[in-house]
C-alpha cells in the first residue's frame, strides 16, 4: 500500500481522538478510559509544541492509515507508541510502518534507543514490534517493555 508519512497538524486532531477511543486501542492502552474531547485537545496541543514529542501520520491518497508518537527521554532513549486507523488493521502492514515511523522520526529527535510498553494480551503490536527488531527486556505486571537500540 503506497503512503506518505508527515507530522501531525492541528486539523488532525478529530481522527486521531476518533482512533483513540477505539475499543480495541483503549483495552491495551494503560488506561481504558474513554478520552473526551477537550482533555485530548489539550493533550495534542502541548505535544505539537513539544520539542521532544515528535507525532506522525501516515497517510494514503484517501486516508489516514496511522499515527506514531516518540517522546524523547533524558538518557537520550525515546518511548514509541503507534496506532492504526481501525480499517486498515490486520493487513500486515504494521512492521513496515513502524521501520518508515523510526527512519522519520529519526530525523527530528535524536534518540540512540526505542522503548515501547506493550500490553502482555496485545499479540498483534508484540508480533509487529518483535518483527521491526525489537527485543523484550521485561514483562511486569501484564506490561512487556520492549526496546530496540539504534546505531
Ligand atoms: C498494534 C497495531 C499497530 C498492529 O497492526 P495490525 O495491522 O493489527 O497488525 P499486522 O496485520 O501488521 O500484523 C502484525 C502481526 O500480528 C499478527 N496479528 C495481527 N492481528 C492479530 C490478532 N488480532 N491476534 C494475534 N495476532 C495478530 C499478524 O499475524 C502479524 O504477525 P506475523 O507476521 O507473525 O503473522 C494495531 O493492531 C493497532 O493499532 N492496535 C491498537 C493500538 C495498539 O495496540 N498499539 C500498540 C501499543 S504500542
Known sequence: MDYRIRPVRWDDRFVIWMWRNDPQTRRM???ADYVGWDGFKSWLKGSLSDPNRCLL???????????AQFTLQADGSAT???NM???????RLAVQLLE???TD???TLPFTRLLANIR???EASRRAFAKAGFVEVNDHDGICAYQRDLC
Open 120 to 122: 502482555a494480551e496485545n
Open 57 to 67: 501520520l501516515a497517510d494514503t491518497l484517501h486516508d489516514s492509515l496511522a499515527i
Open 85 to 91: 486507523n481501525p480499517r486498515f488493521r490486520g493487513r
Open 80 to 82: 514509541i507508541g503507534i
Open 105 to 107: 522520526a529519526r530525523r
Open 29 to 31: 492502552e494503560r488506561s
Open 100 to 102: 518508515n515511523f523510526i
